[in-house]
């Protein structure tokens, strides 16, 4: 066994299939979901855990199917409940895997106000969102990071609004671990998934998994195999948060795919905290239950 933080994985690597349940997804044929689950499969086959350590929770939306499709324990629950739900797993189980599994419309809209409190906690979660820019599941109306000028069911004149920025919004609040990629880069995209599971902390995933259905034309695999900016190439600085910020700012501009932020002394999780909290106050508890037994003898 090797111990990386908090998170403890066995040495030896597992067959991917493991980890795929009877269950076929129903995503529309060639939606980028389908590449997101194999990359994901493929990360926790070399992260090496059995099944029964991982969960996965997800809110609603196209994405959030991803617990029914897997071995591991899985919750499907309301939408954007998807952290406050995980956090808790994680603090009745701290040595589970959590897993969380969204969209941008369940992360960033309904379930944008949890997400700088997971942040914020910093507990040991992977927080992997598909991004593609348009609620899918629910006929394709604008989502929270659709483009401005976008043409839609509830846009037919094209949008007013401008998009969140998920880098931008996610940095900001301070995460240190901030990551895009795209099934179009299957083995970067399992490599991204990897590295944000063993990362001691909370760790954001942006991945621009298409909508065949809905999407724009240059938002698909194809296009985005064209565009991709790997940030390796380019010689990011994952340790320089600065860095960091302003490649962000390219969002919906320019497919910069890899970590752009990995914070170098990653802070204690907040888990651990706790249980260092209920360690250090068992010994007074124990003396309030000697004084009280007493107190009941009298």
Known sequence: MTTTANTTVPATKRDPKEFAS?????????????????????????????????????????SSRIPGYTTAYGFNSVHGRALPIAQGVKLANPDLLVIVAGGDGDGFSIGGGHVAHAIRRNLDLTYLVM?????????????????????????????????????????????????????????GLTALIEEAIRYPGFAFVNIQ???????????QIRAHK?????????????????????VARSYGKVLHTGVLYR???????????????????????VDRLRLLDVFLQK
């Not at 070399?46 to 996965?56: K, M, T, V, Y």
């Not at 998994?209 to 938002?219: I, R, Y």
């Not at 002394?265 to 360690?279: F, G, H, I, K, M």
């Open 22 to 62: 009877p269950l076929k997804p129903i995503w529309c044929p060639g939606c980028g979901d389908y590449g997101v689950l194999q990359a994901l499969y493929r990360a926790l086959g070399s992260i090496g855990r059995p099944a029964h350590e991982i969960a996965f929770i997800s809110g609603i939306g196209c």
């Open 226 to 246: 064209a565009h991709l900016r790997p940030l390796a190439k380019l010689g990011h600085d994952a340790s320089d948060q600065l860095r960091a910020l302003d």
């Open 209 to 219: 998994s298409p909508c065949v259905t809905f999407g724009q034309e240059e938002q």
């Open 263 to 285: 914070r170098p002394d990653p802070p204690p999780t907040y888990e651990r905290l706790v249980r260092e909290r209920q360690a250090a106050l068992a010994p007074k508890a």
């Open 131 to 187: 991004d593609n820019q348009v609620y899918g599941l629910t006929k394709g109306q604008l989502s929270p990071t659709s483009p401005k000028g976008l043409e839609t069911v509830t846009s037919p004149l094209g949008s007013l609004e401008e998009p969140i920025n998920p880098l931008l919004y996610t940095l900001a609040y301070g995460a240190g671990f901030v990551a895009q990629g795209t099934p179009a880069d299957m083995p």
